[in-house]
T-cell receptor, first 108, second 113 residues
Framework: GQSLEQPSEVTAVEGAIVQINCTYQTSGFYGLSWYQQHDGGAPTFLSYNALDGLEETGRFSSFLSRSDSYGYLLLQELQMKDSASYFCAVGATNKLIFGTGTLLAVQP | NAGVTQTPKFQVLKTGQSMTLQCAQDMNHNSMYWYRQDPGMGLRLIYYSASEGTTDKGEVPNGYNVSRLNKREFSLRLESAAPSQTSVYFC????????????FGPGTRLTVT
């Protein structure tokens, strides 16, 4: 089976950098995805890592270490609108298994 | 493009009633998914369909059935609703291999009393 662990809450100030970690255990691994969900809204795709290393998309970056079963999402130049829940998800055959999410609160 | 649409947006059922949640996508995606989201539990996969004509169980399939009506539409049926099925239900679709990039609908908020 699969299991994922991520912190339940993180707080940071506007303009800062925050890192959200994700560790996973899975019997079959294809990659690690990250999603953002604002309160009451639909999740939206942020990034995907299939190989080790860093993927950068604007202010957001995502990192994967397959040997450590570990990844993280890095958010730079935090803005108030980044306050949301962030989910990591491991890819299996044609499906994703999601973690329980990290609630990020950005303070002024 | 509308993306992924879901109906209804809200529903209240009494225990034992049945209902079908509808989902449609206009992105020509092969794969479609149904999730439920409960507070503090993240998104849990109920059923998915990797391609038209196929369906598979996810993490929490008990109490649900699905139909992949055609490439566009994937419905979720609750035959006899229970209070434990009170949740927010999301439908998603994916066009790429592996399903790692999924597009979600706005959700259906279901309350079973």
């Amino acid at each position: 089976g699969q299991s994922l662990e991520q912190p339940s809450e993180v707080t940071a100030v506007e303009g800062a950098i925050v890192q959200i970690n994700c560790t996973y255990q899975t019997s079959g691994f294809y990659g690690l995805s990250w999603y953002q969900q604002h309160d009451g809204g639909a999740p939206t795709f942020l990034s995907y890592n299939a190989l080790d290393g860093l993927e950068e998309t604007g202010r957001f970056s995502s990192f994967l270490s397959r040997s450590d079963s570990y990844g993280y999402l890095l958010l730079q130049e935090l803005q108030m609108k980044d306050s949301a829940s962030y989910f990591c998800a491991v890819g299996a055959t044609n499906k994703l298994i999601f973690g329980t999410g990290t609630l990020l609160a950005v303070q002024p | 493009n509308a993306g992924v649409t879901q109906t209804p947006k809200f529903q209240v059922l009494k225990t034992g009633q049945s209902m079908t949640l509808q989902c449609a996508q206009d992105m020509n995606h092969n794969s479609m998914y149904w999730y439920r989201q409960d507070p503090g539990m993240g998104l849990r996969l109920i059923y998915y369909s990797a391609s038209e004509g196929t369906t598979d169980k996810g993490e929490v399939p008990n109490g649900y059935n699905v139909s992949r009506l055609n490439k566009r539409e994937f419905s979720l049926r609750l035959e006899s609703a229970a209070p434990s099925q009170t949740s927010v239900y999301f439908c998603a679709s994916s066009g790429g291999a592996g399903g790692y990039e999924q597009y979600f609908g706005p959700g259906t908020r279901l309350t079973v009393t």
